[in-house]
């Protein structure tokens, strides 16, 4: 439509500004805040949404509540409370395997021992949320720029296979292996990321599709290298990579046993950094205009092409690292079908961390919590651990769409909840 | 804002390619390949079998009338074949225009597969006719792939959720299946399963404005999580009473599934194979001959202007995506009743994007996305069967095939392609 | 029929686009709803066709109160609509365009194109709109989309139909031809609504004038009480001096040098076809024609935007041709583009990066990759103040800015940096009076500093204001340079692509099309926009 009408010559801002000068209890303030649809609330709403479905689908799936309900009628009273349990234990189960165990620390605090064991789900959490926030930041990356980066887990592979390579082959004390493994996880998935950036410059093809065909490639090239010497381990016939030796492992950030290393120190770093470039860099400046406005980008002197093949190839760099970082910090081998839901997890959790390096570092935090309780979950009740991943999505659809949670929990309108629009059509 | 799109049209009363978006330099490209595919086949085909070997390419399949196997001398074919691939190659270098090129590389590529096959096929022999009828059974939940995206992206939403629609409506098709034991509750129970989420991206995306793209990825991870869970939690422990169907068995045309070769093929399969070139017309004729066809291809490229002669843009686009929804549920039903007789997690293994693809190599039209399904379907027929042949070449580049074959009809054939207008905009009235 | 608004009013956030708006046409009446670029005609527009609903407010239709949730409700009632921005689908053919929403169907909706086909014949015979209804809208030439969109407006049997500025992209000719029309359709009993801000236009054509300004009526009144004059005085509110004030030129050395130029457009169809011209430093050239001879494409090409096929571009005698568009920017041209939102600016992005969207990597504003904020800041402030951009903080978000204080944003941006070369492509469309004396003003100081000027504009009073000479083209063709004296009629003619008299002039041949490179059929894609 024509914009037959002027804004005003005092934009609205204004107006909202001299508002907020007006003196006011903080009190007031902060009960406005909570109950309008910014960031914060509308992803604390999308949250406690998840958590509801994940309920539903556990009271109406699990077996000792089918049947509780089977008997509602005639003892209502046991059929809730069977129900509640189920429940409780459930989410119970979540919390203890992803956070701490109140036992366990109590255990720890009266004896003095234990404490490895108290902080052992704190520990895994973080050690799952290492690789989701290296290529969560990949992700947001790309979409800063307008491209979407779908191809998480094959670049994962490909960081994973760099750095299992030089891990292995290569001799070298600990300092110089590492980084040496560091940066041939960045190398591994750059070129992955590269495959798409320059097919989409040069032949205009899509890297929605390209990158998910991607996957699937570098889920066979994986399969393959997997029962190939040199990869495969010596005298074994299973599909499993050779170990890497102990000077191509990331120390352990503490003693005893807990997991969490010093990838997850690199990843808080690459996040920083990230966050600076995004903000501060001249290219990361460059991305966004051509994220916004391709051809406003153009029209001042900024090639787009150029940097969808460097957007591209940097997000791959970053979830490359991801690979490089469960290979070095945890697994030491590779095995089929690498990584698992960790590709596309960074899609969610950019999308939770609204594209920010800071929020997907909490989006990482949250997702792998529940992950790992959803492991412990699996492994105390039975539930699968794919609750998590349907919990997580609702999550996402509810995040993407904050006029929706508006709706659901009735929350004031705010600038905040504006919708989240990262991707082109195919033709661009 | 631009009104008018300057680019050449995919849609107009008669369907006609257009030229001016291959350009010369693609073309050389074509044949610059086909001359290495020639050179391939000379070498590392016809001088790489042994002097006398022959293959054996049997053509007859039950019901049809049985006829005499095709014997061939590998060496001789295979540089034969290469000869005129060759030819093909540089007749496309020396073209000074563009048409007909895709036919002539075409060509080049169909004899390339012959000396594969051939030289796969060396001192054994290949069932050529159930390779084919193989073919059209893997490309049919492409095509109700494809026509899914026909439908909702001739009306301006981009459905990339198609992967999670075929989860969801393999699994209901599965489970509703098998717990009623009538197959035809499953067909119903999968375009229910499809259409639940086609509704889903709909309300998402036209009622919020959501990003298309975003919204579908997430559809697909939803249902994955989804069916992975309740495959688990309900049909693992109740695995012969819910997820147990029959399938639908094949059914012979009378008379025409006698036709050698063609019959098998196109005239011996179960009722999804039909089904699929039943609505594979009906989407057809409807789209560029009714006036709902007209509707759609006017929201889908210029909403607005559609807007303004009456139209309800987002009624028309509610109703397309959730159309699209059932057809590409019943397309996934086809993977559990049509063919395996059970849900297993992630068993779409990604062929809801193929089928994306193949829609748009298929320049959002029916029947190009039928040329492309096929292509993809030939390509997993394939390579089962060169699987089987134990042909030497490791089986996970045989699996990567497809999707290898798909980045490269994308990058390589499809290029820059113009997509309805509209699609993947968000429509709102001011 | 009878149509009266009572009362209109609507208002979007705090900004009250229509405030009380009266307006009554009568049958066989053309009413023209004068008044600038927001003054709120086009929101009223919409409100009548059911396109935006009215805070309050009634409309009338022979005097039965009418509601229109959609444009659907107001065709039905026999309301058609040209639309400024023509609503048709590019890809359709006329007929299928025509027909859209309002088919005539077999049984099983089918169409019935034989009817379609029948019926538009028959409507633009009797009404002399002729198009063939087989042809793809997009290969048209706006003039003939014009036709289409009036059509679709009768082929619903539109008792009422309102033009929403049709003659923004019409020769003078092509406009005579349109008012013919627009007489025929009156005297055939049909109500004409038509919107303008142009004055002479209303003179000639309308019943009765009724003049907007902020979204309030000022004035009502017919051609014969009121001149040109009064209804300008009327319509901005204060008297307007219609004419930029400068000196004459002081040509300088030629800066930008167009040899043989030669350049495709999207669809590789010939837009700018073997252009020779010569910018010289201190002048101001402007560049007339019908929107969609090229003159897009050849701004594009000097700036880098487009590739050209063959010929050359100079720039202070060093060879640009082909250069990136950074190259370009950084040999010292500067871009104002046409569609200022699309390319010109991010409308998300807050006022400061707009200012600094093609300096944002030199310094000072960037150092060794690393942005200076506080210093992309401070310019922005500096220029807020130095080009009279209205925003309450260069923090704000582009978007929320006026059109005529975005479009500041984008010309202190490029005359911001030391430039050789401003090319400057419909630098005023859309933008109210104050704007558009100020954008000039800037324009012209820009050329007494000694910079060559290119202005590409279809507005022929803009053209004739502010060139220092004028070239017209047509069909991506140069037709002739001639100065600005030159009567408004026989520029015309020339936009036209008939021949241009003055022998000076370098004159092509018209009438014989464009030998088009790609050997499609001459102009019909050079045409279009």
Not at chain 1, 60 to 77: D, K, N
Not at chain 2, 23 to 51: D, E, K, T
Not at chain 2, 304 to 325: C, F, K, M, Q, W
Not at chain 3, 121 to 133: A, I, K
Request: aromatic fraction near 6%; proline fraction near 5%; charge should be neutral.
């Amino acid at each position: 439509m024509t914009t037959a009408t002027a804004p005003p010559e005092e934009p609205l801002s204004g107006e909202a500004n001299r508002a907020a000068q007006e003196p006011r209890p903080w009190w007031l303030g902060a009960l406005r805040w909570m109950v309008e649809a910014n960031v914060a609330v509308v992803t604390f709403c999308a949250i406690v949404f998840g958590l509801f479905v994940g309920a539903i689908l556990i009271v109406v799936t699990t077996p000792a509540t089918l049947t509780a309900w089977g008997h509602i009628a005639s003892a209502p009273g046991h059929s809730l409370s069977v129900i509640f349990s189920t429940l409780g234990n459930a989410f119970g189960a979540l919390f203890t395997g992803s956070i701490f165990s109140p036992s366990a620390v109590g255990h720890a605090i009266s004896t003095g021992n234990g404490w490895n064991t108290a902080f052992t789900p704190i520990s895994e959490t973080m050690v799952s949320a290492t690789p989701l926030i290296f290529a969560g930041t990949g992700v947001a990356i790309g979409f800063s720029t307008g491209v979407f980066n779908i191809g998480g887990q094959g670049q994962l592979i490909a960081g994973a296979l760099a750095a299992t390579y030089v891990g292995f082959g290569v001799h070298l004390p600990i300092v110089p292996h590492l980084i040496l493994v560091v940066l041939a996880g960045a190398a591994g998935g750059a070129v992955a990321g590269f495959i798409p950036g320059i097919l989409k410059a040069r032949t205009g093809a899509h890297e929605v599709i390209v990158t998910i065909m991607l996957n699937y490639v570098f889920l066979n090239l994986l399969d393959y290298l997997l029962v190939t010497p040199p990869l495969q381990q010596p005298g074994q016939s299973n599909a499993i990579s050779r170990t890497v030796p102990a000077s191509a492992r990331l120390p352990h950030l503490f003693g005893g046993g807990l997991r969490v290393n010093a990838g997850f120190l690199i990843a808080l770093g690459v996040a920083a950094a990230a966050s600076w470039f995004m903000k501060r860099s001249t290219l990361g400046f460059e991305f966004k205009v051509i994220g916004s406005n391709p051809s406003a980008g153009r029209t001042a002197g900024m090639d787009a092409r150029l940097a969808s093949v460097l957007v591209l190839t940097i997000s791959g760099a970053l979830v490359g690292l991801a690979g490089m970082s469960t290979l070095s910090g945890t697994d030491f081998f590779l095995s089929s079908g690498y990584g698992g839901n960790n590709g596309f997890n960074a899609i969610t959790v950019a999308l939770l961390g609204r594209n920010k390096p800071i929020g997907v570092v909490f989006g990482s935090l949250l997702f792998a919590a529940l992950s790992t309780g959803g492991r412990y979950l699996q492994a105390t009740t039975n539930i699968p651990l794919d609750l998590t991943q349907v919990i997580q999505a609702v999550i996402v659809f509810l995040v993407a769409t904050p006029a929706l949670v508006r709706e659901i929990f009735r929350l004031r309108e705010a600038g905040a909840g504006k919708i989240l629009l990262f991707t082109k059509g195919w033709g661009s | 804002m631009s009104v008018v799109e300057l680019a050449p049209a995919p849609s107009s009363f008669v369907p006609a390619p257009d030229e001016r978006l291959v350009s010369l330099s693609r073309v050389r490209g074509m044949g610059a390949f086909l001359l290495a595919l020639a050179v391939v086949m000379a070498f590392a085909f016809g001088l790489g079998s042994p002097p006398h070997a022959k293959a054996t390419f049997l053509l007859s399949a039950p019901p049809a009338v049985g006829v005499s196997a095709l014997v061939m001398p590998v060496r001789w074919v295979s540089v034969s074949l290469a000869v005129v691939c060759a030819g093909l190659g540089v007749a496309l270098l020396v073209r000074t225009r563009q048409r007909g090129s895709y036919l002539v590389f075409g060509l080049g590529v169909v004899v390339f597969i012959w000396a594969l096959l051939a030289w796969a096929a060396r001192g054994n022999s290949l069932n050529f006719v159930a390779m084919l009828a193989e073919t059209l059974v893997s490309a049919t939940p492409l095509v109700y792939g494809a026509l899914s995206g026909v439908m909702c992206e001739r009306s301006g939403v981009v459905n990339i959720a198609i992967e999670g629609q075929f989860l969801a409506g393999a699994f209901l098709g599965a489970m509703l299946g098998s717990a009623t034991g009538v197959l035809w509750v499953g067909v119903v129970a999968g375009g229910v399963a499809g259409a639940l989420f086609g509704a889903l991206l709909a309300f998402l995306a036209l009622r919020y404005g959501a990003d298309q793209i975003i919204v579908g990825v997430v559809i697909v991870a939803f249902c994955t999580g989804l069916t992975n869970f309740l495959t688990q939690q309900v049909l693992t422990p109740y695995q012969a009473s819910l997820n147990s169907p029959s399938t639908f068995s094949p059914v012979g045309i009378p008379l025409l599934d006698k036709i050698p070769i063609l019959g098998p093929v196109l005239f011996f399969q179960n009722v999804f194979v039909y089904g699929a070139a039943v609505l594979l017309v009906v989407v057809h004729v409807a789209l560029f001959q009714t006036r709902w066809g007209l509707r759609t291809r006017a929201v889908g490229e210029h909403p607005r202007a559609a807007e303004t002669v009456g139209i309800h843009v987002l009624s028309v686009r509610y109703r397309n995506v959730i159309l699209g929804g059932v057809i590409a549920g019943i397309g996934g039903a086809s993977f559990t009743i049509g063919s395996i007789g059970e849900f297993s997690a992630n068993m779409t293994a990604g062929l809801g994007y193929v089928a994306l693809a193949a829609m748009i190599f298929g320049r959002w039209r029916p029947f190009g996305a039928l040329g492309a399904a096929l292509l993809f379907g030939f390509s997993i027929s394939m390579q089962s069967f060169l699987a089987v042949l134990n042909v030497g070449i490791p089986s996970p580049f045989l699996s990567m095939a497809p999707y290898v074959i798909t980045i490269a009809v994308v990058s390589g054939l499809v290029g820059r392609v113009r997509a309805p207008g509209a699609d993947g905009v968000p429509y709102s009235r001011e | 029929m009878n149509l009266e608004l009572v009362g209109i009013t609507k208002a979007f956030g705090q900004l009250v686009a229509n405030d009380r708006v009266d307006l009554s046409v009568g049958a066989g009446e053309v009413h023209c709803l004068l008044g600038e670029n927001g003054a709120g005609k086009t929101t009223l527009m919409n409100v009548l066709f059911g396109m935006v609903r009215a805070d309050s407010g009634e409309i009338r239709v022979d005097g039965q109160p009418v509601r229109f949730a959609d444009p659907g409700d107001a065709l039905r009632k026999g309301i058609g609509m040209v639309h400024q921005h023509f609503m048709l689908v590019p890809v359709f053919s006329v007929a299928e365009n025509i027909v859209l929403g309002f088919e005539p169907v077999r049984r099983f909706g089918f169409l019935d194109r034989r009817r379609a086909h029948k019926e538009i014949r028959h409507l633009s015979e009797q009404f002399g709109l002729d198009v063939d209804p087989d042809a793809l809208v997009e290969d048209l030439p706006v003039g003939a989309q014009q036709r289409v969109e009036i059509l679709k407006a009768l082929v619903r049997d539109a008792r009422m139909l309102i033009l929403d500025e049709p003659t923004a992209v019409l020769t003078p000719q092509e406009t005579e031809a349109l008012f013919k029309i627009i007489r025929s359709l009156a005297s055939s009993g049909r109500s004409v609504l038509f919107i303008t801000h142009k004055l002479k236009e209303v003179l000639a054509i309308a019943d009765r004038i009724t003049v907007m300004r902020q979204g309030r009526v000022v004035g009502r009144t017919t051609p014969a009480e009121s001149g040109e004059a009064d209804l300008a005085a009327m319509m901005v509110g204060r008297d307007v001096e219609l004419v930029v004030a400068k000196t004459p030129a002081e040509a300088g050395d030629p800066v930008l040098e167009l040899h043989d130029l030669c350049v495709r457009d999207e669809r590789g169809l010939t837009a700018v076809d073997h252009v020779s011209l010569t910018v010289r430093a201190g002048e101001i050239v402007a560049l007339a024609g019908v929107q969609g001879n090229g003159q897009t494409e050849l701004a594009e090409a000097v700036t880098g935007l487009r590739h050209v096929e063959s010929g050359s571009v100079r720039l202070s005698g060093k060879d640009i041709t082909n250069a990136t568009p950074r190259h370009a920017l950084r040999a010292g041209v500067a871009n104002v583009p046409e569609d200022r939102q699309a390319d010109g600016l991010v409308l998300s992005m807050s006022v400061a990066d707009n200012l600094v969207l093609d300096v944002y990597d030199q310094p000072p504003y960037a150092k060794l990759g690393a942005r200076d904020l506080a210093r992309v800041r401070a310019g922005g402030e500096a220029k807020l103040k130095e080009f009279d951009i209205r925003a309450s903080s260069v923090e704000d978000p582009v978007s929320s800015l006026s059109g005529g204080n975005q479009q500041k944003v984008v010309v202190a941006r490029e005359l911001s940096r030391p430039i050789k070369l401003l090319v400057a492509s419909q630098p005023t469309r859309g933008l109210d009076v104050g704007s558009i004396e100020y954008v000039h003003r800037r324009m012209v100081a820009e050329r007494d500093r000694g910079a060559a000027v290119l202005v590409v504009s279809s507005e022929l009073d803009e053209v004739l204001a502010l060139g220092d000479s004028v070239a017209v083209m047509y069909r991506g063709r140069i037709v002739g340079v001639v100065p600005p004296t030159t009567s408004r009629e026989q520029i015309g003619l020339m936009m036209a692509g008939a021949a241009e008299a003055q022998p000076a002039a370098v004159a092509v041949p018209s009438g014989s099309g464009v030998p088009s490179r790609s050997g499609a059929p001459s102009g019909s894609g050079s045409e279009e926009q």
